[in-house]
């Protein structure tokens, strides 16, 4: 005999993996001292917060993602514990980042292109993993009125994937490295989903 899936345990698993990312953020912001109660490292202060912000964002998108469809089986299951998996690896690379920003990580050029690599490789395959489930979705879902919402957002998402891609040929080849070019490449992001989203809605509409 088959049984539903539970989606509610399903989201209860993923919120938990999120909260264990976000305590793998916390750094010591302060030290007790004989001078000062608190002495407060402003630096990393800032890379807690962003960090914490961005992965606050990647909760967002998944929790989209349960508001727009009920469908589950055994695929998004699947994607979706992939999902966490690099969520949980997407911390370090994103704190190591913005720490190597606030000059709190000194790196050579040729760390700072191995670590920015891993940055966009991590931020490619979350947002893959979030196209493949709306995909998937889309695909079980066609006779009900939420499938173009679906399709929208699998391609949606499969812009970031190309943005991030296009990140990692550039920190590999080391091409603007110096001025931040692999992260910069990432506001293609705005233009490439608004005209996205203008024809997806001239041919859907």
Known sequence: ??????????????????????????????????????????????????????????????????????????????????????VLYYVFPLKSLINSWTGSLNLNIDEFSSLFQLYSLGFLLIFLCYALMYRRAYVKTKSEETDYDLLFYSRHFGIYVIVAAISIVLAKLQIGLMYGLPGIIYGLLGPFCYFHGVRFKRKYS
């Not at 698993?13 to 953020?25: I, W």
């Not at 964002?57 to 929790?63: D, E, K, N």
């Open 1 to 86: 005999m088959k049984f539903p899936h539970n989606i509610s345990r399903i989201e209860a698993f993923s919120d938990a993996v999120f909260a264990f990312a976000a305590t793998l953020l916390v750094v010591s912001v302060g030290t007790e001292s004989e001078g000062s109660f608190l002495q407060i490292d402003w630096f990393r202060f800032l890379s807690f917060a962003v960090s914490f912000f961005v992965l606050l964002a990647l909760w967002s998108v998944h929790y989209g993602f349960f508001r727009r469809t009920k469908y589950m089986d055994n695929w998004i299951i699947a994607i979706n514990a992939i999902l966490l998996f690099l």
